[in-house]
């Protein structure tokens, strides 16, 4: 009878509103990731005479507190829970995001500066130059270390909350959803931050921007609680919800977390690694595009940040990567439901599709020489594929992992992915300023200078995901959940 109720109540839909949340923290992570690159080199370098180099560095080092702060944001999410957990890392983040306006202020008083046309006017190349500069790249590294630190709990605990949310065989496609959150708020960041500085100061920029995760704070406390104990979910939802898990009639009965895996005994797990894989090849990327991009265009066709064309040619960019990547996440299921394949081997043959994508990266730079519309579109095109991608290779943790040890191997897989962004965006700007400098006598496959260095990435960021789901498929070439006895 209980059975015959469920199924013809109306089901509620309440883990979509779920899904929007994380859809809302990610577009605001990325958002406030994006204030300095958009920011950087056309507003910040000419005030504190930054190179390519201080810039790589800068980026660099957020990689690398972010890849640190990963391997114990999960731990400290799953032993947090994800609502005070996510609250925590949003404030963090966000006060981090905060502080990058004082930067100025406090590099002029620790330099005797007394103001900004005296802060411009010093001959570049100085030693007064050379202080500044560094006062202020130490200082932006203080702030990013504080935006890593709440950043790192961002991924753990949303792929925590899905894993919670969602049955396995839709995980990848709301994953899809709320990781279009980063497309969007690339999107939403080249239309608004560089108007922003230009109208405000680039100072403002990164308060108002930063600010929106209070407001993300104050709907979460309200709006979250596991399935279980979330009135707003009714039987026939939590039903469909714990669809994987073994209950005896009642929904409820279902066990929120499963047994815990020990921080260290994850490292013992194939499937562990072929995450860590995954990530280390792949994330850094993304994140090379999300940095670099509109200093490409502006280094490359001299389209400043604030320029229409510079907004236009990011914006179009990342309208090409929410508009395939969402769907990106629905083929898993398509996988499943049509052609009967476990969510593991469907998950892994969409994988591979979405592998292939990044292989168009190849040609941008030589299709550059037409209009800087071609790369704008092809490093889109990379992108939806990084995005599918990444939505399938997050809910790879959870159909191998119990609950109680999601956030743990997504934030160990996240540090990885943050030793990879370390490695591409540090030498991404070391190699720009020697190409730069050597000028014609730098050359690769018939470009010379600094589109030498961009094509030499860009040849690197097409093969990486080929070479990571090759070494994932060794690692786990079938599905095999972890069992903890």
């Not at 969510?343 to 020489?369: N, S, T």
Request: charged letters at 15%; a neutral charge.
């Amino acid at each position: 009878m209980a059975n015959s109720t469920l199924q013809t109540t109306k089901m509620t839909n309440y883990r979509w509103v779920i899904c929007a949340m994380l859809f809302f923290a990610t577009t605001v992570n990325y958002m406030d990731r994006q204030v300095l690159s958009l920011t950087w080199k056309d507003f910040i370098a000419p005030e504190f005479h930054w190179t390519d180099s201080d810039y790589g560095t800068i980026t660099g080092a957020f990689s690398f507190f972010y890849a640190i702060f990963c391997l114990f944001a999960g731990k400290f999410i799953d032993w947090m829970g994800t609502k005070k957990g996510y609250l925590i890392a949003i404030f963090v983040w966000s006060t981090g995001a905060c502080l990058h306006a004082i930067c100025g202020w406090v590099t002029m008083n620790i330099e005797g500066i007394g103001s900004l046309e005296a802060l411009r006017a010093i001959e570049a190349g100085s030693q007064t130059a050379l202080a500044v500069a560094s006062v202020s790249v130490w200082l932006f590294l203080a702030c990013r270390m504080v935006l890593a630190l709440g950043e790192a709990g961002n991924f753990p605990a949303a792929i925590k909350v899905t894993a919670e949310y969602f049955p396995k065989k839709d995980r990848a496609f709301a994953t899809s959803i709320f990781n279009a959150g980063a497309s969007v708020g690339a999107l939403l960041a080249p239309a608004t931050i560089p108007l922003l500085a230009r109208a405000c100061g680039w100072e403002m920029a990164f308060i108002i921007i930063g600010a929106l995760g209070y407001i993300w704070m104050f709907l979460w406390v309200f709006i979250y609680d596991k399935p279980n104990k979330q009135k707003r979910v009714n039987a026939a939802e939590l039903t469909y919800i714990n669809q994987d898990a073994e209950t005896e009639g009642d929904p409820k009965d279902a066990q929120d977390d499963g047994p815990a895996i020990g921080f260290m005994k994850c490292f013992t797990f194939k499937q562990t690694w072929a995450f860590i894989v995954g990530k280390f090849m792949t994330d850094g990327v993304w994140w090379f595009f999300l940095f670099w991009a509109p200093a490409y265009f502006s280094d490359q066709y001299g389209y400043t940040s604030d320029s229409t064309m510079g907004i236009l040619l990011i914006f179009t960019l990342y309208a090409i990567v929410t508009v395939i990547s969402i769907g990106g996440g629905y083929l898993p299921t398509y996988f499943v439901d049509k052609k009967g394949m476990n969510p593991y081997a469907g998950r892994m043959r969409a994988m591979l599709i979405f592998a292939c994508f990044p292989i168009v990266a190849l040609i941008a730079q030589p299709m550059g020489a037409y209009s800087a519309w071609w790369p704008a579109i092809i490093i889109g095109f990379v992108g939806a594929g990084h995005q599918a991608w990444s939505a399938n290779l997050f809910s790879t943790v959870g159909d191998m992992f119990p609950k109680s040890t999601i956030a743990s191997v997504t934030g160990i897989g996240a540090m990885a992915g943050g030793v990879g962004s370390l490695l591409i965006n540090k030498g991404a700007g070391v190699l720009f300023d020697y190409s730069a400098e050597q000028g014609e006598a730098f050359q690769f496959m018939g470009f010379d200078g600094k589109p030498a260095g961009y094509m030499i990435i860009f040849c690197i960021c097409a093969v990486a995901y080929l070479i990571g789901w090759t070494i994932m498929k060794v690692l786990v070439p079938k599905y095999k959940p972890i069992v903890v006895e």
